[in-house]
């Protein structure tokens, strides 16, 4: 069982700047992929971006080149750096971890974009 926490949201003007951060019970070295996924009101879940044990990103094509994921393992934490937000980015932001028989998934994180 792994138990995610998610931090870092909060209400930014457009163009501006966050990190969100998901906190991990125990070990994700062995996790194969953690990722972030968004869901804003009346829309269904989606993929924001994931990260390999390996280290290789994923990214939806909406946050390529503003969006950053990565894994720091010796930390149990995975981060999303989010830079030139968007109006259209407000949602709540979970974090999810999988591996072959197991889907994890955090409470969420309310990134609010607006001026």
């Known amino acids: 069982q792994v138990q995610l926490v998610e931090s870092g949201g909060g209400l930014v003007q457009p163009g501006g700047s966050l990190r969100l951060s998901c906190a991990a019970s125990?070990?994700?070295?062995?996790?194969?992929?953690m990722g972030w996924f968004r869901q804003a009101p009346g829309n269904q879940r989606e993929l924001v971006a994931t990260?390999?044990?390996?280290?290789?990103?994923n990214y939806a094509n909406s946050v390529k080149g503003r969006f950053i994921i990565s894994r720091d393992n010796a930390k149990n934490t995975v981060y999303l750096q989010m830079n030139g937000l968007k109006p259209e980015d407000t949602a709540v932001y979970y974090c999810?971890?999988?591996?072959?028989?197991?889907?994890?998934w955090g409470q969420g994180t309310q990134v609010t974009v607006s001026s």
């Open positions: 999810n971890a999988r591996s072959p028989g197991v889907n994890y």
């Open positions: 125990r070990s994700i070295f062995s996790i194969n992929l």
């Open positions: 990260i390999t044990r390996a280290g290789s990103t």
